[in-house]
């Protein structure tokens, strides 16, 4: 019976946790004019806030046809968590933590079941395209490597391989690849020297999901951080750097922030499901999660 008590007590306490935690103040953002104006001399064009404690700078700029959104990444572990699981962007209009409006940005399934193009000698002598190969991140440490290279070579891969992008919203999801296609919503990432990773988005203001007040909340959660067994077979999404250069597979190049987003094509909408990131891990470390309340002007 003290059992079953101490059971009931504990199932409470998470319940009150979860509730004060779904209620609490979000930080307010109010958003700024785009193209940014050379004031005070801002690091970054449009992330003007700044999180402390995760360590991450953000912003939300506005003008009248378009809302673009920045997060500025810093951290070495969620660069690993972000190659390992991708990022999501959610948006919720009642300002609270509602996920029902989310940009998905992960590796395209060629990537993630690392499979690489045929080279033309390859596609002569009759080879296959699918020789999956183990990909591991660059280590900082690493005999190969000088200071700052093995994380840059991080941030260039989660540039090339994070192409597929997911719109999910109430209607349906709109499936896109940000290096193959000029679409209504633009997602650009850039590596930053030496060890941080900036993620711009741009999106037609009808497209973004606001109250009637001009507000609405802004998410942002990073996959979570694989690790195998020491020693042991890796089975998880990455891939094994092939000797002599990075992996193969699509990647265009990432725009330089602050120069201008390029002119938005038409394309036909395509539906489709997203899949899940393979692996075989013995722990996880926690997806970074950060939300803010966003005044538009």
């Not at 319940?15 to 940014?36: F, N, R």
């Amino acid at each position: 019976m003290k059992d079953r008590k101490f059971l009931v007590l504990q199932l409470l306490v998470a319940v009150a946790v979860v509730i004060l935690s779904s209620c609490a103040k979000l930080p307010v953002y109010k958003s700024t004019i785009y193209p940014a104006q050379k004031n005070g001399g801002s690091k970054y064009p449009i992330a003007t806030g700044y999180e402390k404690k995760k360590n991450i700078h953000y912003g939300v700029a506005e003008n009248d046809s378009d809302i673009f959104i920045q997060f500025c990444f810093h951290k070495q572990g969620d660069l690993e968590k972000i190659m390992s699981g991708g990022i999501k962007i959610y948006f919720d209009p009642e300002v609270k933590k509602g996920k029902n409006y989310a940009l998905i940005i992960e590796r395209a399934e060629d990537k993630q079941q690392g499979t690489r193009p045929l080279s033309p000698a390859q596609a002569q002598s009759g080879g296959t395209a699918n020789n999956k190969q183990q990909m591991q991140l660059p280590q900082e440490n690493g005999n190969s490597q000088g200071p700052g290279q093995g994380l840059m070579q991080t941030n260039n891969m989660i540039c090339k391989d994070l192409s597929k992008v997911t719109w999910k919203k109430e209607e349906g999801e709109f499936v896109f690849y940000r290096d193959m296609y000029k679409e209504k919503i633009d997602v650009q990432l850039q590596p930053e020297n030496p060890s941080g990773l900036i993620v711009t988005v741009k999106m037609p203001r009808n497209e973004v999901p606001v109250n009637d007040n001009g507000l609405f909340s802004l998410g942002i959660e990073t996959g979570t951080k694989q690790n195998t067994e020491k020693g042991g077979p890796s089975n998880s999404s990455f891939r094994q750097m092939p000797p002599g250069g990075m992996p193969g597979g699509m990647g265009g190049s990432p725009g330089v922030i602050g120069g201008g987003f390029g002119g938005m094509g038409g394309g036909p909408g395509r539906m489709g499901g997203r899949p899940g990131v393979p692996g075989n891990s013995q722990s996880k470390s926690g997806a970074l999660n950060f939300w803010v309340k966003v005044e538009l002007h």
